[in-house]
C-alpha cells in the first residue's frame, strides 16, 4: 500500500509568512555564487559591466509588470499604491515643472559610471538569452497569473533590503573604481522595497484564505527567486565559468580575443 500524498494545511496568516519567509531564506540570489564574486570585488569591470548590462533588463521590465498588474486592481486606492511603485522606477513630475529622477534613469547612470554608455545599454540588443527569458516570464507570469499570485511574486522585495547593503558595502569597499555616485540606484530601494513588500504581504496574507490559493502564492514567490537565480546563472556561465559568451552578446573589452575585437 503506497502512502497517500500529503495534503497542505490550510495556514494561519502568520505561518504563511513564515512559510514565504522560509523560501527566501534558502532560494533568494543572495546564496548565488555571482554574487558573491560581485560583493567581494572577485571580478574584472568588463564582467561588472555584463551584470550592469544584463540587469538593465530587469529594470526596464519592473514598471512594465508594475502596470499590467495596476490595470488588473478594481479598486482605486489599490491603483493608487501601485502607482507609486510606477512613478518610483519611471520619475515623476510635479506640479511645479520639477522632476524626480526615477531608477530606470539611476540604473543607467550606474552603467555608465561602470563605462558602457547609455545608447548600448538602452538598446539591450547585446543582454544574455537567459536574462531575456527570465524577465520576460516574470512579465508574462504577472499578465497571465491570478492577481493573487502576480502580487505575490513582487514579494523577493521582503529579501533585497539585505542584498542590496550587502552588495553596496562590498563593492564599495573593494572595487577602488567604483564610487557611492555610481550606486546611487540602490539608496532610496532600502526605503521603497519595504514600503512596496510591507503592502504586498498585508495583501497576500489578508487574501490567501484557502489552501490552493496559499500554495499558489508559495510557487509564485519560487517562481520569483528563480526568476532572479537564473539571471546570475546566466551571467555565470557566459562572464565567469566556463566563460562562453552566446553569438551576439556583450564581449567586456577586458576579455576580448582578437578574433572578436575585429568581428
Ligand atoms: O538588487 C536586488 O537584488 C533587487 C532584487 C529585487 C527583487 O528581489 O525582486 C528587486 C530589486 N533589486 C529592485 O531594485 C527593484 O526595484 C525591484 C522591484 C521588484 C519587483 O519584483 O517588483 N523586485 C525588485
Redesign the pocket.
Known sequence: MTAAPAVPALLSPEDLEAALRAIGAAR???HHPFHRLLHDGKLTRGQVQAWALNRYW??AA?PI??SILMARFESGELRREWRR?IE??DGRVHPDGSTDTG?IERWIKLAEGVGLSREMVVAADQILPETRFAVDA?VHFVRDRSLLEAVA??L??L??PK??AE?VSGMLANYDWIGPDTLA??TP?LT??PQ?SDFALAYVKQHADTVEKQQAVLAALRF?CDV?WSQLDGLYYAYVAPGFVPPGCFVPEDTRTSEQASA
Open positions: 533568494y540570489h543572495i530587469y529594470q519592473i509588470k508594475d511603485r518610483d522606477h531608477g516574470y511574486s513582487s523577493t522585495e529579501f533585497s542584498i542590496i552588495r540606484y540602490f530601494r521603497q522595497a512596496d520569483k532572479l
